[in-house]
Nanobody, 125 residues
Framework: VQLQASGGGLVQAGGSLRLSCAAS????????MGWFRQGSGKEREFVAS????????SYADSVKGRFTISTDNAKNTVYLQMNSLKPGDTAVYYC???????????????????WGQGTLVTVSS
């Protein structure tokens, strides 16, 4: 399973970005997907996750109401729409996958089995 994250970049505070994570080697069917981020000098933290059906999501409190996770199973791609970005959102963003035929959503880093390489998001003030 390979995950390729893209869409990062430099944006001003209040702006928006959409991250994409394309999967190869498997289809999204039966996989839970998640986004995590790691700021400079910080530990990697949970951002958002979605089940393979797309009907159950979970968000970190810090991004609720601003970020939206979604999937396109036909394209084997998961998205993270980020609005109202803040300087505190600056980090490398990673996508992750875990087999989950039950449709359960996961939020802990150590629960995910596969990781992408990360894409850098920089929010300027």
């Amino acid at each position: 399973v390979q995950l390729q994250a893209s869409g990062g970049g430099l944006v001003q505070a209040g702006g928006s970005l959409r991250l994409s994570c394309a999967a190869s080697g498997h289809t999204f069917t039966r996989y839970a997907m998640g986004w995590f981020r790691q700021g400079s000098g910080k530990e990697r933290e949970f951002v958002a996750s979605v089940n393979w059906i797309g009907d159950s999501t979970s968000y970190a409190d810090s991004v609720k109401g601003r970020f939206t996770i979604s999937t396109d199973n036909a394209k084997n791609t998961v998205y993270l729409q980020m609005n109202s970005l803040k300087p505190g959102d600056t980090a490398v963003y990673y996508c992750a996958a875990k087999p989950s035929p039950s449709g359960r959503v996961y939020v802990k880093r150590n629960q995910f089995d596969y990781w992408g390489q990360g894409t850098l998001v920089t929010v300027s003030s």
